[in-house]
């Protein structure tokens, strides 16, 4: 028996039994669609990123806002969240303004309100994946386990027909069980350390559309005095 070819990881694979190949596809699968979502998602809040630098540049700069609703309204496509937030805040600011007999407090509530619900999604639109991100970094490590104690429990059943148990008999099953935890620990581990970096990089956009809802209300307050 040739050991060096038994212990290659093809091998092991190829030879492994049907549940730990099975076990093994599964991981595969879940790691093939996490790493697409971790490049989707790193473009999504690169973008994000980019797109609010801008704008608060924009914004800050003393532009006239009327205009900046105009821009966001007939370039939605191109627009980011807090350009949305915004649009969606001063569409209903002008709409209860023009409303005769309502308090500025209901105004400035009823815009802050929209925005609120703008934020929501947009938020949810940011986050979308990452609870996959996480199931992916918990799961997959006892996915792997699951499948390397089934493999040992096969090698060892495979043992009770051998008259002498030697290394050279155990070696080969006991490796296609642990290559099992190896994959689903591939699979993890990148799961975990994406899901950390992009709910840091949106916990920072969430408080910087936060901080603008409340700058932009104080705005539209001191316009109706």
């Given amino acids: 028996m040739n050991v060096t070819q038994d212990l290659s990881i ?3 694979i190829l030879n492994a ?3 730990v190949q099975a076990v093994m596809l599964l991981l595969a699968g879940v790691s093939f669609m996490s790493w697409y979502y971790i490049f989707r998602k790193w473009f999504a809040v690169k973008t994000a990123h980019a797109q609010t630098e801008q704008f608060e540049r924009d914004f800050w700069s003393g532009g006239d806002l009327n205009a900046m609703y105009q821009s966001a ?3 939605r496509h191109e627009t980011g969240s807090m350009e949305r937030i915004f649009e969606a805040g001063f569409r209903e600011f002008t709409k209860l303004r023009s409303q005769k007999n309502l308090d500025p407090k209901d105004v ?3 815009s802050r309100r929209a925005m609120r619900a703008t934020f ?7 986050e979308a994946h990452l609870a996959f991100l996480a199931s992916v970094g918990s799961v997959s490590p006892y996915i792997g386990l699951f499948g390397t ?3 040992i429990m096969h090698s060892f059943r495979g043992l009770s027909n051998v008259g002498q148990a030697t290394l050279s008999a155990v070696a080969p099953g006991i490796a296609e069980a642990l290559v099992a935890t190896a994959i689903g620990l591939f699979a993890a581990i ?3 350390l994406a899901y950390n970096r992009f709910a840091h990089d949106i916990d920072r956009l969430s408080t910087r559309f936060e901080s ?6 104080n705005i539209i307050q001191r316009q109706m005095r």
Avoid: C, K, Y
């Fill in 10 to 12: 093809l091998h092991l």
């Fill in 17 to 19: 039994s049907a549940v």
């Fill in 73 to 75: 309204t007939s370039n």
């Fill in 108 to 110: 400035v509530d009823g």
């Fill in 120 to 126: 929501q999604r947009e938020m949810d639109a940011i």
């Fill in 149 to 151: 104690v089934w493999g």
């Fill in 190 to 192: 990148p799961a975990v």
């Fill in 212 to 217: 603008f809802m409340e700058e932009f209300s």
